[in-house]
Nanobody
Framework: QVQLVESGGGLVQPGGSLRLSCAAS????????MGWYRQTPGKQRDLVASITSGGTANYADSVKGRFTISRDNAKNTVYLQMNSLKPEDTAVYYCKTTTTRAYWGQGTQVTVSS
């Protein structure tokens, strides 16, 4: 079993920045992929960014150049640095980790509004 604790969401003005964190704990040998997804009401949950244990990152086109994903393997933690935030980035952001199966965090609200 893996437990995920997310933090860092909140309200920010357009053009501002936020940093999300997701720490994994529990019983597992290794975490292969860690990532962030986001979801707005009535829409599907979409990938924002993911990163492998080796550090290979993948981004949605809508966030390339603005968001940076990173991870600390020693702490089993993944981060999402979000810069130049736009109102359309407003969503609930979910952390996902994959060991022998996928686990989801509880979600953290990010609101970009003036």
């Amino acid at each position: 079993q893996v437990q995920l604790v997310e933090s860092g969401g909140g309200l920010v003005q357009p053009g501002g920045s936020l940093r999300l964190s997701c720490a994994a704990s529990g019983s597992f040998d290794s975490i292969y992929i860690m990532g962030w997804y986001r979801q707005t009401p009535g829409k599907q949950r979409d990938l924002v960014a993911s990163i492998t244990s080796g550090g290979t990152a993948n981004y949605a086109d809508s966030v390339k150049g603005r968001f940076t994903i990173s991870r600390d393997n020693a702490k089993n933690t993944v981060y999402l640095q979000m810069n130049s935030l736009k109102p359309e980035d407003t969503a609930v952001y979910y952390c996902k980790t994959t060991t022998t199966r996928a686990y989801w965090g509880q979600g953290t609200q990010v609101t970009v509004s003036s």
